[in-house]
């Protein structure tokens, strides 16, 4: 059977023996190094050799997520398995997006935590079951982003500025006045953000201004 | 009149300044009705002049003498041994009692005259010294508004940093929780004989929980990593979990650059704390969450379908009725930006904070 290497990067000694003990209890996995921080880790020169990271977000002042693009980058073929106290939803999301293979929440019990390592280097993902109810809560309610807010994202700052003005009730000289162009630069922006917008009249640039939340 | 008074004694500038201005004004008043006075006599003797001459030279001694006393007074300083010496004279010259008359009329003239400006110099003099006094009392009243203005400033101030401080005893105390206690729970429930124990591990876990829940209340640690936008969801989530209120949240055109950490919790914070109010006060079912880059501005709003209140606008610092909105509102100019608020009874409440991006270098 293929031996597992791994590699602890957690500012807590304590809890970074904990692991290394439970991970020695099972002969499959070889501890390759620990680390307090990233640099440590970066400079450890182990990582090479090394299958699976378990790496915590919270190391001192500094979040590990910051170095992720880093530690993926020079590592493509690390498995990185997050080992964190945080369950807060959309932080995971974060560190999924990064390149995670893995997330594990810190008081689950030893047996999670070698199945999840396994899972892991058998080349699947893998997700801490104590947070599947947050996850599922934030799925479900984080769809609520609306077509009208993706097509406001296209918008300019400057077409964001006149939309603004002109759901404001300011009449295209006017705004042409006050941001000291012309009128005719303000009508070809009042045309460019009604097809961006998708919209065709004032009344519905009103509506939608209020919506979402511009007026 | 107790409350006439009790406006007075609150403000002791506008006593002094009503009593000078009523001493300059009883002052300006003496010194024109001396001349007044004179004027009125010299009326009077030209009247009577008139008179005398159309009158016919049959004219009593007795009567020439009555219209003579006229002239008499303060300013003709006729007594009665000069008229009776004029009554002579007219027997004798009645020419020169005319001139005697007109003699009588320039020295009234002239002292009229001198009256007069002797007055305009005293009221001069009394409105030079009003002035003064005046300009003194405007100095006082701007000094003692700038000493105002500066204790203002102060506490408001004091208010801030207090604030400030208490953001980051919180962080300390979150990060503690966070860092050391919980990590020594996850640590000690790693232990196989932890492990063993499972009832004491299961109690341990449950523990451990309430604690992480704990943190974050106490200080969004995540906020920094995890961004605005994101953290407002789960805030949204989070509320809509424990108190069963429909909080929807918004993002659009917005960009985590917008923001440093410190005006992005103020951001979390104002949300925090009108989630909060909402879910006291507000009974509403629904609340809207809108965060929206409109260049130059982010804008955040918060609008519930609560009760509304009928006096958003009048927050009362002395009895702290809207501490809540007071707190958003220092906590808001704290990183530049304008917090407002509308109420409709009835109808909701809408909290918006206004932040000027381009204004960060």
Known sequence: MNKISVFITDDHSLFRNGVITALKEDPTFIITGEAESVLELLQSGMLENTDILLLDISLKEQSSLDSMPEITSRFPELKILILSMHNKPMLIKKAINLGISGYILKHSPPETLLHAVKEVQAGRKYLDPDLSDSIFTCLRNSGSGTEADALYNNLSAREQEIFRMLAEGLTPPQIAKQLFISRKTVDNHRSKIMSKLRIDSSARLIQLAEKLGVT | ?361
């Not at chain 2, 004029?86 to 020419?95: G, H, T, V």
């Not at chain 2, 409105?127 to 203005?149: E, N, P, R, S």
């Not at chain 2, 005893?169 to 050391?180: A, N, Q, T, V």
Request: hydrophobic share 40%; aromatic share 8%.
């Open chain 2, 1 to 361: 009149m107790k409350k006439i008074f009790k406006i007075f004694l609150d403000n002791s500038n506008a006593l002094l300044i009503f009593i000078t201005m009523i001493a300059l004004v009883l002052m300006i008043n003496m010194s024109l009705d001396s001349s007044r006075r004179a004027g009125r006599n010299l009326i009077n003797a030209v009247s009577l002049y008139t008179d005398l001459l159309n009158t016919d030279t049959t004219l009593s001694t007795k009567e020439v003498k009555a219209i003579l006393e006229q002239f008499s007074g303060e300013y003709f300083g006729w007594d009665n041994e000069n008229i009776n010496i004029l009554l002579e004279e007219l027997n004798s010259d009645p020419s020169a009692v005319e001139s005697h008359i007109l003699l009588q009329f320039i020295t009234g003239y002239q002292q009229l005259i001198e009256e007069r400006l002797q007055s305009f110099d005293t009221l001069l003099y009394f409105l030079g010294a009003g002035v003064i006094i005046q300009f003194i009392f405007l100095l006082v009243i701007t000094h003692k508004a700038k000493l105002t203005g500066r204790q203002l400033r102060n506490s408001e101030e004091v208010l801030r940093l207090l604030s400030q401080e208490r953001e980051k005893e919180r962080l300390r105390i979150s990060s503690f929780l966070h860092d050391s206690i919980l990590q020594d729970i996850g640590s000690l429930l790693l232990t196989t004989e932890m492990n063993k124990a499972s009832i004491a591990a299961g109690r341990l876990r449950e523990i451990s929980g309430s604690l992480r829940d704990l943190t974050y209340q106490i200080a969004p640690l995540q906020l920094n990593t995890t961004g605005l936008r994101d953290s407002l969801l789960e805030l949204a989530n989070d509320f809509q979990k424990r108190y069963g209120l429909k909080v929807s949240c918004i993002a659009s055109g917005y960009k985590e650059s917008f923001l440093d950490n410190k005006s992005r919790l103020v951001f979390y914070r104002i949300v925090q704390e009108a989630l909060n109010n909402i879910n006291k006060h507000a009974e509403a079912e629904n609340v809207q969450i809108k965060l929206v880059a409109s260049h130059p501005y982010l804008i955040l709003r918060i609008k519930d379908d609560g009760r509304g209140f009928t006096d958003i606008h009048t927050s009362n610092k002395d009895t702290g009725k809207h501490l809540g909105m007071l707190l958003m509102n220092e906590k808001a100019k704290s990183i530049g930006a304008s917090l407002s608020g509308e109420s409709v009874p009835g109808l909701g409440t809408t909290i918006t904070l206004k932040y000027p991006i381009k204004k960060r270098g």
